[in-house]
């Protein structure tokens, strides 16, 4: 029943900005987690950044100082915004929501990947 929808992927020159949002929809009970993940050409998915709940936030060294994650007071919804892109950030982005889905049921969703691609 949950749907995660991804917008905001596209083409952008290195240097460029770019921002991913995820609004998750459906029968939800709790989210205690949302966050991005990518995979890049000849690599394994990888973590990018995460938020909880409570807005304590993590991200992979790489794009630390460069991307920002967030999400919105519903806390439904989860945005990553990239700054300073470099042609490594190419990869598909993937959105993931973790939670509860009942008091009796976990919720772990993921979208169906949105692409990024830096190039001149």
């Known amino acids: 029943q949950v749907q995660l929808v991804e917008s905001g992927g596209g083409l952008v020159q290195p240097g460029g900005s770019l921002r991913l949002s995820c609004a998750a929809s459906?029968?939800?009970?709790?989210?205690?987690?949302m966050g991005w993940y990518r995979q890049a050409p000849g690599k394994q998915r990888e973590l990018v950044a995460t938020?909880?709940?409570?807005?304590?936030?993590n991200y992979q060294d790489s794009v630390k100082g460069r991307f920002t994650i967030s999400r919105d007071n519903a806390k439904n919804t989860v945005s990553l915004q990239m700054n300073s892109l470099k042609p490594e950030d190419t990869a598909v982005y993937y959105c993931?929501?973790?939670?509860?889905?009942?008091?009796?049921?976990?919720?772990?969703?993921w979208g169906q990947g949105t692409q990024v691609t830096v190039s001149s």
């Open positions: 459906g029968s939800i009970f709790s989210i205690y987690v």
């Open positions: 938020i909880t709940s409570s807005s304590s936030t």
């Open positions: 993931n929501v973790q939670g509860r889905l009942t008091t009796m049921m976990r919720l772990d969703a």
